[in-house]
């Protein structure tokens, strides 16, 4: 398959740090979606939240060494790169210019996808894409309330998903790992061990680099 017409999957975060719970999300897509480019993309300056206190270099760099053994992971570094806060319609929008002939669909979250109406040029965004929600299996959800009103059209399986240009919707259910980066955290500034939480190359540049411990505790 061309590469320019090849699907791509972008997935999107903070990846403070990365952790098992992504990559495994990652691999869940993969295998729903095994013909699409899976690029997981980091946040610099999230427009939601505190920014993190690790440097988003140091974020981008454990990403690539959690990803570096996976030819069907990429990371894309553009937010990184970018001043400024990290808007994904900017993102989706550098992405068209780049590659426009490549279909695109974004990854989130139920409580992401809830949200949608916050985001910067948010309606702009929705024709652009299609949209992967990722919720745990069995979760029950009124998404499809909250998006009653919204320029979008809901879909039951991913293939169907695939027939459409843009502004289309696929909740997916899978099994989630149940790992946070914020635990993660806690548990490095506390001296506790993180071993089979994210891969032992990230843990070990997390020790090298002394990320997430607060000096003289």
Avoid at 193 to 207: A, G, K, T
Wanted: hydrophobic share 40%; aromatic share 10%.
């Amino acid at each position: 398959m061309s590469n320019l017409r090849q699907p791509l999957v972008v997935f999107g975060g903070t990846f403070n740090p990365v952790h098992y719970g992504h990559l495994r999300l990652a691999e869940d897509i993969h295998n729903l979606f095994p013909e699409a480019e899976i690029r997981l993309m980091p946040c610099a300056t999230p427009p939601h939240r505190v920014a993190p206190k690790v440097s988003a270099s140091d974020r981008l760099t454990m990403l690539q060494l959690a990803t570096r053994d996976y030819a069907h992971l990429t990371v894309d570094p553009r937010e990184i790169n970018r001043s400024g806060t990290s808007y994904t319609w900017l993102s989706v929008s550098e992405i068209e210019q780049e590659e426009p002939e490549r279909p695109l669909y974004l990854v989130m979250g139920d409580d992401a996808f809830a949200g949608l109406a916050t985001w910067y040029e948010w309606q702009s965004l929705l024709g652009r894409v299609n949209i992967i929600i990722v919720a745990r299996r069995g979760e029950s959800s009124n998404l499809r309330e909250i998006s009653s009103t919204w320029p979008i059209i809901w879909h039951d399986s991913i293939h169907a998903l695939k027939l459409q240009a843009g502004g289309g919707v696929f909740r997916y259910e899978t099994p989630l790992l149940d790992i946070s980066s914020s635990y993660i955290r806690e548990q490095i500034e506390h001296r506790h061990s993180c071993r089979f939480l994210l891969p032992d190359v990230v843990l070990e540049y997390i020790s090298a680099n002394g990320l997430y411990i607060t000096q003289g505790k």
